[in-house]
């Protein structure tokens, strides 16, 4: 007796055996109930769904001696013929072979003539895609007007391959991907039946492998038990397959998240030594990445992560330990180096090397952390915090100066010679050329040292020279003897260009002593306020505790302490801290964490004492400004007040008088 393999074994026979397709059985049981039966069926899908299953089930009901019913009895005549592919009513064509117009002519002629014993002649055509053009177009008009004892069932896994003259004549019927769960369960009522012992582990792997196919899924199930006889483990399963069972796959995917690419790179050459598929690994891993993503976002739901339960907590683990972004960019990666690794000549190199690039990607910075180095960036820039030294971010935008010689160190800076001079106008003759000339507005380029100041003949317009350390308020330089052929300028007023160069005076020309002149007194030293003073200055309300608090924060908990830099504290006591942010806020979203909260708390407790209550919420009710906001706005007033002074220097309005066609514009950082 010849053997007959589980596919064919536990073929289905009627539609309640069908698994997965239920929209299709429960439409056809209608569709013959109550007589609406189409002339053409054109049944799409993937491969080992059920399409051929289908259509001989549909001949079977239709054909039936109880029928037409959509419980075929399996036992009188045609049911049985039809069940052995014998029927003589029921032809079963292969379109990959009989894909010719003559072969389409030869089955038109027999059409005419009645079915010699069963209600309907059916026509079931496989792989209806793979005919020719003339064979499709012989078929059209009998497709359109079949004689009424005819009846076409086509069925292909490539629909976009079938005209549509083809298609409008039939009514389409789209089979679907089995579910997993599905497939597990009928391959657990299949081994009961062949008195076969298999692991959850094993039976997941027939799963996968399957892919939504019940067919493939009893073809690897026929194979592994040829291989493992009549009990079933996963590793011996995968090793029968030839593929890396899930111990090994996962722990190269904790190896990844950790950063471990010596692990990696092991588990690589452990699969060359094995001579397994190195693309099925890393789809595999993908596949891990993918559900672990699942579980670290939606929890443990057995209907969106199909796998073993002792296998779903192991990856629930693993997820828990690592951040949602970090597991998205890791599938991401993963993702990228399947298609490496395919393309590639050497796919066993390219995944080695691809996973080593994925470990030892740096890891992520949290977003508070990235928007306080922002602030304080942009403090350095608008002169709200320290000075920008080398190698700083103000550094980068325009590089220090040469500090001042020792005599004037704190005073007002002396300013370079102009390598070019246009004159403005000029009421007298000339001065005589000197060593050195002043220049009202210096050139914005950085010299190594300072020039003294002498007296020009007529006057230029340049640009100020940048100062190292900007100061909020400016010191005039002392003034020397004006030149004769020139208009004093009152030294009292300031001419500041840019925010950094408060702090440096001009000082009317003079005609070039004979000895250099005595340097001026030193200006007293000014101190660019922290963002806590800042804040002090510029919001008398806001409660000097808070500050405190803050300050606290920032000591070990930096990205934290700019989170609530922009809260309003409205209660800041031993009893109670309550911090209001406005509805929707970013900052009010990582204020009110869990972890946040408790920070909190500790710094609350170790600056006011005792065990105040900690409250983080929306719209609590305050008028007071946060922090954050009373430092901007102590950054724009201190802005357009060096604005204000800029515009309103002397020489600044000379050089607007003298380009009243253009729009002078003085711009301030």
Same mark, same amino acid.
């Given at each position: 007796?010849?053997?007959?393999?589980?596919?064919?074994?536990?073929?289905?026979?009627?539609?309640?055996?069908?698994?997965?397709?239920?929209?299709?059985?429960?439409?056809?049981?209608?569709?013959?109930?109550?007589?609406?039966?189409?002339?053409?069926?054109?049944?799409?899908?993937?491969?080992?769904? @059920?399409?051929?299953?289908?259509?001989?089930?549909?001949?079977?009901?239709?054909?039936?001696?109880?029928?037409?019913?959509?419980?075929?009895?399996?036992?009188?005549? $045609?049911?049985?013929?039809?069940?052995?592919? #014998?029927?003589?009513? #029921?032809?079963?064509?292969?379109?990959?072979?009989?894909?010719?117009?003559?072969?389409?002519?030869?089955?038109?002629?027999?059409?005419?003539?009645?079915?010699?014993?069963?209600?309907?002649?059916?026509?079931?055509?496989? *792989? &209806?895609?793979?005919? %020719?053009? +003339?064979?499709?177009?012989?078929?059209?008009?009998?497709?359109?007007?079949?004689?009424?004892?005819?009846?076409?069932?086509?069925?292909?896994?490539?629909?976009?391959?079938?005209?549509?003259?083809?298609?409008?004549?039939?009514?389409?019927?789209?089979?679907?991907?089995?579910?997993?769960?599905?497939?597990?369960?009928?391959?657990?009522?299949?081994?009961?039946?062949?008195?076969?012992?298999?692991?959850? *582990?094993?039976?997941?792997?027939?799963?996968?492998?399957?892919?939504?196919?019940?067919?493939?899924?009893?073809?690897?199930?026929?194979?592994?038990?040829?291989?493992?006889?009549?009990?079933?483990?996963?590793?011996? &399963?995968?090793?029968?397959?030839?593929? =890396?069972?899930?111990?090994?796959?996962?722990?190269?995917?904790?190896?990844?998240?950790?950063?471990?690419?010596?692990?990696?790179?092991?588990?690589?050459?452990?699969? +060359?030594?094995?001579?397994?598929?190195?693309?099925?690994?890393?789809?595999?891993?993908?596949?891990?990445?993918?559900?672990? /993503?699942?579980?670290? &976002?939606?929890?443990?739901?057995?209907?969106?992560?199909?796998?073993?339960?002792?296998?779903?907590?192991?990856?629930?683990?693993?997820?828990?330990?690592?951040?949602?972004?970090?597991?998205?960019?890791?599938?991401?990666?993963?993702?990228?180096?399947?298609?490496?690794?395919?393309?590639?000549?050497?796919?066993?190199?390219?995944?080695?090397?691809?996973?080593?690039?994925?470990?030892?990607?740096?890891?992520?910075?949290?977003?508070?952390?990235?928007? *306080?180095?922002?602030?304080?960036?942009?403090?350095?820039?608008?002169?709200?915090?320290?000075?920008?030294?080398?190698?700083?971010?103000?550094?980068?935008?325009?590089?220090?100066?040469?500090?001042?010689?020792? !005599?004037?160190?704190?005073?007002?800076?002396?300013?370079? *010679?102009?390598?070019?001079?246009?004159?403005?106008?000029?009421?007298?003759?000339?001065?005589?050329?000197?060593?050195?000339?002043?220049?009202?507005?210096?050139?914005?380029?950085?010299?190594?040292?300072?020039?003294?100041?002498?007296?020009?003949?007529?006057?230029?317009?340049?640009?100020?020279? $940048?100062?190292?350390?900007?100061?909020?308020?400016?010191?005039?330089?002392? %003034?020397?003897?004006?030149?004769?052929?020139?208009? !004093?300028?009152?030294?009292?007023?300031?001419?500041?260009?840019?925010?950094?160069?408060?702090?440096?005076?001009?000082?009317?020309?003079?005609?070039?002593?004979?000895?250099?002149?005595?340097?001026?007194?030193?200006?007293?030293?000014?101190?660019? $306020?922290?963002?806590?003073?800042?804040?002090?200055? +510029?919001?008398?309300?806001?409660?000097?505790?808070?500050?405190?608090?803050?300050?606290?924060?920032?000591?070990?908990?930096?990205?934290?302490?700019?989170?609530?830099?922009?809260?309003?504290?409205?209660? /800041?006591?031993?009893?109670?801290?309550?911090?209001?942010?406005?509805?929707?806020?970013?900052? @009010?979203?990582?204020?009110?964490?869990?972890?946040?909260?408790? =920070?909190?708390?500790?710094?609350?407790?170790?600056?006011?004492?005792?065990?105040?209550?900690?409250?983080?919420?929306?719209?609590?009710?305050?008028?007071?400004?946060?922090?954050?906001? =009373?430092?901007?706005?102590?950054?724009?007033?201190?802005?357009?007040?060096?604005?204000?002074?800029?515009?309103?220097?002397?020489?600044?309005?000379?050089?607007?008088?003298?380009?009243?066609?253009?729009?002078?514009?003085?711009? &301030?950082?």
């Amino acid at each position: 007796m010849s053997y007959t393999v589980l596919a064919r074994k536990y073929r289905s026979q009627t539609f309640a055996d069908m698994v997965g397709q239920e929209h299709i059985s429960r439409t056809l049981g209608n569709a013959i109930k109550s007589g609406r039966i189409a002339h053409a069926f054109l049944f799409t899908g993937a491969r080992g769904v @059920g399409k051929t299953t289908t259509a001989r089930l549909l001949a079977k009901a239709l054909n039936c001696e109880n029928g037409p019913t959509p419980e075929p009895c399996n036992a009188c005549d $045609p049911c049985r013929e039809i069940t052995n592919g #014998v029927d003589m009513d #029921v032809l079963e064509i292969d379109g990959a072979s009989n894909n010719s117009v003559d072969d389409v002519r030869r089955l038109q002629e027999s059409l005419p003539y009645r079915p010699s014993r069963d209600r309907f002649k059916v026509v079931i055509v496989d *792989e &209806v895609h793979m005919l %020719s053009t +003339g064979a499709f177009n012989a078929f059209l008009k009998t497709l359109e007007e079949p004689p009424p004892h005819v009846k076409f069932i086509f069925a292909t896994t490539e629909i976009h391959k079938v005209p549509i003259t083809i298609r409008s004549r039939c009514q389409r019927h789209d089979f679907r991907l089995i579910p997993h769960s599905l497939v597990a369960k009928h391959v657990r009522w299949i081994l009961a039946q062949e008195n076969v012992s298999a692991d959850e *582990e094993a039976i997941a792997i027939v799963v996968r492998e399957a892919g939504g196919s019940m067919r493939d899924a009893l073809t690897v199930l026929e194979q592994l038990l040829a291989f493992g006889g009549d009990n079933l483990s996963g590793q011996e &399963v995968a090793r029968g397959l030839g593929i =890396a069972d899930q111990q090994s796959v996962l722990a190269t995917a904790r190896a990844l998240l950790d950063g471990d690419a010596a692990a990696c790179v092991r588990a690589v050459a452990a699969l +060359g030594e094995q001579g397994l598929d190195v693309t099925h690994f890393a789809r595999e891993l993908l596949w891990l990445a993918r559900d672990m /993503v699942v579980l670290r &976002v939606v929890g443990d739901d057995e209907r969106l992560v199909d796998r073993p339960a002792e296998e779903r907590s192991a990856l629930a683990k693993v997820a828990a330990e690592h951040a949602p972004q970090q597991l998205e960019r890791t599938f991401s990666g993963l993702s990228k180096l399947i298609d490496e690794a395919a393309e590639s000549a050497t796919p066993q190199l390219a995944l080695e090397m691809g996973l080593v690039r994925l470990a030892d990607r740096p890891p992520l910075q949290p977003l508070a952390a990235l928007l *306080e180095r922002l602030h304080a960036l942009e403090a350095r820039l608008l002169g709200g915090g320290p000075s920008a030294g080398p190698g700083s971010g103000g550094g980068a935008r325009r590089p220090p100066l040469p500090p001042p010689s020792a !005599p004037t160190r704190g005073a007002a800076r002396e300013l370079r *010679e102009p390598p070019r001079e246009q004159p403005i106008a000029s009421s007298g003759p000339p001065s005589p050329p000197v060593a050195s000339t002043p220049s009202p507005i210096a050139s914005p380029t950085p010299t190594p040292s300072p020039s003294p100041i002498a007296s020009p003949s007529p006057s230029p317009i340049a640009s100020p020279s $940048p100062s190292p350390t900007p100061s909020p308020s400016p010191s005039p330089i002392a %003034s020397p003897t004006p030149s004769p052929n020139r208009n !004093p300028i009152p030294t009292s007023t300031p001419i500041p260009a840019r925010a950094s160069d408060v702090g440096a005076g001009l000082t009317p020309p003079s005609s070039p002593p004979a000895t250099p002149p005595p340097a001026a007194a030193p200006a007293a030293p000014t101190t660019t $306020p922290t963002s806590t003073s800042a804040a002090d200055a +510029g919001s008398d309300e806001v409660p000097k505790a808070w500050h405190d608090i803050l300050g606290a924060l920032r000591a070990n908990l930096p990205a934290l302490g700019a989170v609530l830099e922009h809260g309003v504290p409205v209660q /800041v006591d031993s009893t109670c801290v309550r911090v209001s942010f406005p509805d929707g806020s970013f900052f @009010g979203r990582q204020a009110t964490t869990k972890q946040a909260r408790e =920070a909190l708390a500790e710094a609350a407790r170790r600056v006011l004492g005792g065990e105040p209550k900690i409250e983080v919420g929306y719209n609590l009710g305050s008028a007071r400004a946060s922090v954050a906001a =009373a430092q901007a706005a102590q950054k724009k007033e201190r802005r357009n007040e060096v604005e204000k002074a800029a515009r309103n220097h002397p020489r600044v309005k000379d050089a607007m008088d003298v380009f009243e066609e253009h729009e002078v514009q003085v711009e &301030v950082e």
